[in-house]
């Protein structure tokens, strides 16, 4: 793939990716990046692809396989690495770390793709390259890297990049790019696949965007999860207001029942006891009377005896 700017061409010959919702990095000329002075760092990464005339589910067009690789750190990338700009010139960098992560391939200058500055504190410059190979070619190279010296270690696996959109919107790339890349390679991977006309402009901005949408709603939940766990608790709370409440006029109603049969009780003892001396006193008189007669009778003869 021919590089979109000559060795000694202008950074403002680079196209920019102006894809709504991914931050544009600035972009500067291989020239350019070469003067550079030697606090700046040097990052070399390559994508291959290929044509793919296949068909996903014999409906959707795969149009291109697009090689990327999953890191030792769970994070997407392209292969390549950093380059020591005192030993190496950047494809010979870029090849001895492609041939330990890949082990079958060599890209010359001709497959320079672009530069950019990369974002953050640390001086960094991002160069690309970019490489059309056969169908038959490709697959070679991901049975090579299975057999490379860095395959499960820094390097988990090659994927292939999904350049369709199915029809919920999100199946395909979008879901693609929900997934977290290394530094610059999201970035890289939308700009190549825009300047090298492997999928429309239109088309990425809308898998981009889908992406942004499904991230949204993911806090949503938790607040309507967090709404529903506050009405539980303070349902719960009601509940248990209500219920203290319940139980304490409960336990208020037992003891006022109790105190009231108490009182009545005790009423009623009283009374009793009040009302049991009445009927004795009230009795008593008719005690009296009866032993009238006896008395009477005893003393008839004691005065019939005196009378004698």
Known sequence: MAALTGSAGAAGLLPSLSVPGVTELK???RYEAMRLGPGWSHSCHAMLYAPNPGMLFGRIPLRYAVLMQMRF???LGFPGGFVDRRYWSLEDGLNRVLG???GCVRLTEADYLCSHLTEGPHRVVAHFYARQLTLEELHTIEICAVHSRDHGLEVMGMVRVPLYTQKDRMGGLPN?????????????????LKVLNMVPEEKLAE???????QKKPAAEPAAVTANVTTAAVTANVTTAAVTANVTTAAVTANVTTAAVTTNVTAAVTANQMVAKPANELANQPLAVSMAEPVAERAAEPAAEAMAE
Request: hydrophobic share 55%.
């Open 27 to 29: 972009p500067l000329s």
């Open 73 to 75: 750190d769970g994070l």
């Open 100 to 102: 330990l992560g890949l």
């Open 176 to 192: 693609f790019l929900g997934n977290s890349f290394i530094g610059t390679a999201k970035f890289q991977l939308l700009f190549a």
């Open 207 to 213: 898998a981009v965007a889908a992406t942004q949408k």
